[in-house]
């Protein structure tokens, strides 16, 4: 494997919930009391020397975890797909945005939303932030606290430009009421896709940050925006983040860097922004063998450091996601990695200081089958990130099956017992929605379904008469998006 800053080891533990039935919970720790160092089983070691070695664990079961049972959150009807849901949480509500692209077999994605009160139930029925007429997909949320405000990012593929795709930013009021028109935060040309962003709730500032292929080669770029009343301003241009020198192997292209993550550190008002990046491709193909690589912002939003390697362990680095625990001055990363020679991937987490400097790496999930897609949140009330991951099996367990897992890390990367979040289910999971309520010390899941697997869209085929109930060369499954409450992991 290669190396990496700093070799670190987080403890190796797989320990699925249902193994906790019958074990007795850990007495609750008094709200602002960081846990102990031990009291999740695992932690970052002392520097292991050549490679990151797992060290022996003791079993130490922690809560059940799960809250309640999964609620139906966004019902489909037949033909309609809801996927990619997204959370954010209103702390002075006690309230969540929950964003979703929806798809009604009429060929146009749209984003839409809800509020949901702070046991995960409607508060506000569904609303329309992008509207079909182009493709508006891949929304992410944040909360706006000075303002008591959400805002959307999300991308807009103009139907003036095949190839192109714009970002844009849209404000939400707590009621769920549009506040003006959505702000264009970058229409260069060619394509600007998977915008991410982060509040600063200090110097109330917003950065986003988007994969950019203007320059003919996918780059980061990012754009910080203020506030105004209710008018946004821009307090920057759009500016490179994150690119790679000209590779003279593959005719001096540059490498794609790709799928930015990006969260806000208050303590040293610093902005920590990681992606794919292949500039260390090992093959021909110029796309394989991605690393992770980051940079910070400072609070007026401009690059403090050039760019730097979070993960260049062997195989694939992806999806990546990041999340910051004020109380820890701590930013935790989570991605999917190959980097064990096998044929499936294993969900991983790299620690990161206040300043964006790398402390380490460790394994969170190597259990059969595939780990990917992380998304992490952070709860500063309870000292505690979530991360939920999608785990699918290939030939081990039941091919095709696929479910939502969950894992809490403690402030000082502690490791809980990984733990079911949804049973096994046909494999249409994308991605998951997750957010931190500092109010109650909790977090919210959200993740997709399909309402029947075995029902596919059909209509008559003119063009074989033979044939008159061929399927349609495009159907939709009907989605839905169900909700679950889990407990801050202690």
Same mark, same amino acid.
């Given at each position: 494997?290669?190396?990496?800053?700093?070799?670190?080891?987080?403890?190796?533990?797989?320990?699925?919930?249902?193994?906790?039935?019958?074990?007795? +919970?850990?007495?609750?720790?008094?709200?602002?009391?960081?846990?102990?160092?031990?009291?999740?089983?695992?932690?970052?070691?002392?520097?292991?020397?050549?490679?990151?070695?797992? !060290?022996?664990? %003791?079993?130490?079961?922690?809560?059940?975890?799960?809250?309640?049972?999964?609620?139906?959150? +966004?019902?489909?009807?037949?033909?309609?797909?809801?996927?990619?849901?997204?959370?954010?949480?209103?702390?002075?509500?006690?309230?969540?945005?929950?964003?979703?692209?929806?798809?009604?077999?009429?060929?146009?994605?749209?984003?839409?939303?809800? $509020?949901?009160?702070?046991?995960?139930?409607?508060?506000?029925?569904?609303?329309?932030?992008?509207?079909?007429?182009?493709?508006?997909?891949?929304?992410?949320?944040?909360?706006?606290?000075?303002?008591?405000?959400? +805002?959307?990012?999300?991308?807009?593929?103009?139907?003036?430009?095949?190839?192109?795709?714009?970002?844009?930013?849209?404000?939400?009021?707590?009621?769920?009421? #549009?506040?003006?028109?959505?702000?264009?935060?970058?229409?260069?040309?060619?394509?600007?896709?998977?915008?991410?962003?982060?509040?600063?709730? $200090?110097?109330?500032?917003?950065?986003?940050?988007?994969?950019?292929?203007?320059?003919?080669?996918?780059?980061?770029?990012?754009?910080?925006?203020?506030?105004?009343?209710? %008018?946004?301003?821009?307090?920057?241009?759009?500016?490179?983040?994150?690119?790679?020198?000209?590779?003279?192997?593959?005719?001096?292209?540059?490498?794609?860097?790709?799928?930015?993550? $990006?969260?806000?550190?208050?303590? %040293?008002?610093?902005?920590?922004?990681?992606?794919?990046?292949?500039?260390?491709?090992?093959? =021909?193909?110029?796309?394989?063998?991605? *690393?992770?690589?980051?940079?910070?912002?400072?609070?007026?939003?401009?690059?403090?450091?050039? /760019?730097?390697?979070?993960?260049?362990?062997?195989?694939?680095?992806?999806?990546?996601?990041?999340?910051?625990?004020?109380?820890?001055?701590?930013?935790?990363? +989570?991605?999917?990695?190959?980097? /064990?020679?096998?044929?499936?991937?294993?969900?991983?987490?790299?620690?990161?200081?206040?300043?964006?400097?790398?402390?380490?790496?460790?394994?969170?999930? =190597?259990?059969?089958?595939?780990?990917?897609?992380? /998304?992490?949140?952070?709860?500063?009330?309870?000292?505690?990130?979530?991360?939920?991951?999608?785990?699918?099996? /290939?030939?081990?367990?039941?091919?095709?099956?696929?479910?939502?897992?969950?894992?809490?890390?403690?402030?000082?990367?502690?490791?809980?017992?990984?733990?079911?979040?949804?049973?096994?289910?046909? *494999?249409?999971?994308?991605?998951?929605?997750?957010?931190?309520?500092?109010?109650?010390?909790?977090? #919210?899941?959200?993740?997709?379904?399909?309402?029947?697997?075995?029902?596919?869209?059909?209509?008559?085929?003119?063009?074989?008469? *033979?044939?008159?109930?061929?399927?349609?060369?495009?159907? !939709?499954?009907?989605?839905?998006?169900?909700?679950?409450?889990?407990?801050?992991?202690?």
């Amino acid at each position: 494997m290669r190396s990496i800053h700093a070799r670190w080891s987080l403890a190796v533990a797989v320990v699925l919930a249902a193994g906790c039935a019958g074990q007795t +919970a850990l007495a609750p720790i008094q709200s602002g009391t960081p846990p102990a160092a031990g009291l999740l089983h695992g932690r970052l070691a002392a520097p292991s020397g050549a490679q990151a070695v797992p !060290y022996a664990l %003791q079993a130490l079961y922690t809560s059940p975890h799960l809250l309640g049972a999964a609620f139906l959150d +966004a019902t489909s009807a037949s033909c309609v797909t809801k996927t990619s849901p997204i959370l954010a949480y209103n702390s002075q509500d006690d309230t969540y945005l929950a964003v979703w692209n929806q798809n009604d077999g009429s060929g146009g994605d749209r984003v839409r939303a809800r $509020i949901k009160d702070s046991q995960g139930q409607t508060q506000v029925p569904d609303f329309t932030i992008a509207a079909i007429g182009d493709v508006k997909t891949n929304g992410k949320a944040v909360y706006l606290p000075w303002l008591n405000q959400f +805002a959307v990012a999300y991308q807009h593929n103009t139907s003036n430009d095949a190839f192109g795709t714009d970002i844009y930013v849209q404000r939400i009021s707590d009621s769920g009421a #549009l506040i003006g028109a959505a702000i264009p935060v970058s229409t260069a040309r060619e394509m600007q896709r998977y915008p991410d962003l982060a509040v600063d709730p $200090i110097n109330h500032r917003l950065e986003v940050v988007w994969q950019d292929r203007r320059s003919g080669d996918y780059d980061i770029y990012g754009r910080l925006l203020g506030f105004n009343g209710n %008018q946004t301003v821009f307090l920057t241009n759009e500016l490179l983040l994150g690119n790679s020198p000209p590779d003279p192997d593959h005719g001096y292209r540059t490498a794609d860097q790709t799928a930015p993550t $990006i969260a806000f550190g208050t303590q %040293q008002q610093t902005y920590v922004v990681v992606w794919e990046d292949a500039r260390s491709a090992d093959n =021909d193909a110029i796309d394989a063998g991605e *690393d992770l690589y980051a940079t910070t912002l400072g609070a007026t939003g401009m690059p403090v450091t050039s /760019n730097f390697v979070v993960s260049n362990l062997a195989g694939d680095q992806k999806d990546p996601s990041i999340a910051y625990l004020a109380a820890s001055d701590k930013f935790l990363v +989570a991605f999917t990695s190959a980097n /064990n020679g096998d044929t499936d991937t294993d969900l991983l987490a790299a620690g990161l200081d206040g300043d964006g400097t790398v402390l380490g790496w460790g394994v969170l999930d =190597d259990n059969l089958g595939n780990q990917h897609r992380p /998304n992490v949140a952070a709860n500063d009330a309870s000292l505690t990130w979530l991360v939920g991951f999608l785990e699918d099996f /290939n030939n081990q367990e039941a091919e095709g099956d696929s479910r939502v897992l969950g894992r809490h890390v403690g402030w000082a990367f502690q490791l809980g017992d990984v733990f079911n979040v949804s049973p096994l289910q046909p *494999d249409f999971l994308d991605s998951i929605g997750i957010a931190a309520n500092t109010d109650d010390q909790e977090f #919210l899941m959200d993740y997709t379904q399909p309402t029947n697997p075995e029902t596919e869209c059909t209509a008559p085929d003119a063009v074989v008469p *033979d044939l008159p109930n061929a399927s349609c060369t495009t159907f !939709y499954f009907g989605v839905n998006v169900y909700g679950q409450r889990v407990d801050r992991g202690y």
